[in-house]
């Protein structure tokens, strides 16, 4: 689900300013005026504070915790869309389906900070276009494409964080490898081998840790696997939200709903605990056998982190690519071309028959 752009008028002529990535001010492209994002409103304050877990799933969050939107699917990729209300039809940022509007309000958890943009589009449009001039085997003519086609999207993603206070008990075994020798006889040869055993021994004990900012994905109209690989994101970096920051970009509402981001945070932290275990049990081999832990202190909060967004219809296929606001990281669709790859393959056996020939030549 995305938001239309937040607006905020020039005092000097009454255009819309925007956030400018580049002096990380308020710009108008009008008349040139700046202006300071301020820190007045419900946002002062330095400090992101993070929300009680149980609270928000027990439906007890106040009101100014939250906010209503209205959205449409698109057809195409299924992506939700958010309009203001003037607004009647649009086109899908995600895969740039046209989209008409469908009423309806949605509920949702207010996003408390966010990593303000630092590329400006023409920075992530030249990070992308260096990024598929690396891939050999792209086609010439989606390079140019993407190079001179239209704008590129930017989006603010929405993730949840959570925090989480564990200590976990373990039962296991812990192995030391030691070797025995042995005579086998191979090729109606005796000979003397060395072979690896693992005498076991009993193991328990208490691991703890502080789990701090595990990031979670909120969104299901990127592919998680692009998203991932964007990553790391300097979540110390992060600004307590300002809707200033949204000015002339979107941002997605979150589509993955808490209780379902806080699981797929605990199987990262199952993951973790796991590996404290097994260099707790320490030896030359880990069993584990249970784990027991108990978790406490679960605080979450909802960010959003920026993208650049393309998306390109070319010869019938849709191609996606997405850059890392902040780094200039780049995934996307990996685009081959025929003719290179036939090119390929015929070079190959052109040179492969060229030794070849030699070597017989030589023999």
Known sequence: MTKTQHRFPCDNCGADLRFDPDSGNMLCDHCGATLEISGSGPWTGGSIREIDFQTAIADRLP?????????????????????DSGVHAAECPFCATPVVTDTGPNRHIKPKGLLPFSLDEKDARSAMTNWLGKLWFAPNGLQDYARKGRK?????????????????????EHGTV????????????????RVAKVRWRPASGRVARFFDDVLVLASH????????????????????????????????????ELDDGYDEARTYMDRIIMRDVKFDIGGDRQR?????????????????LPVWLAAYKYRGKSYRFVVNGRTGAVQGERPWSGWKIAFAVILGLSVAAAIGYMVAMNQ
């Open 178 to 193: 030691y070797y025995e020798t042995r005579r086998v006889v191979r090729n109606g040869k005796s000979e003397t081998v």
């Open 288 to 304: 584990v056998h249970n784990i027991e832990t108990q978790i406490s202190d679960v605080t979450f909060k909802h960010i959003l």
């Open 152 to 172: 590129m999207t930017g989006i603010y993603v929405p993730y949840w964080t959570f925090d989480a206070d564990t200590k976990s008990s373990y039962r296991g």
């Open 63 to 83: 009101s100014q915790e939250m906010e209503e939107t209205r959205v449409s699917k698109c057809p195409n990729c299924a992506a939700e869309v958010e309009f």
């Open 221 to 256: 109209s990127l592919p998680k696997k692009y998203t991932d690989a964007l990553e790391p994101w300097d979540l110390s970096e992060l600004e307590p939200y300002h809707p200033e920051y949204l000015a002339g970009f979107r941002a997605e509402a979150y589509s993955v």
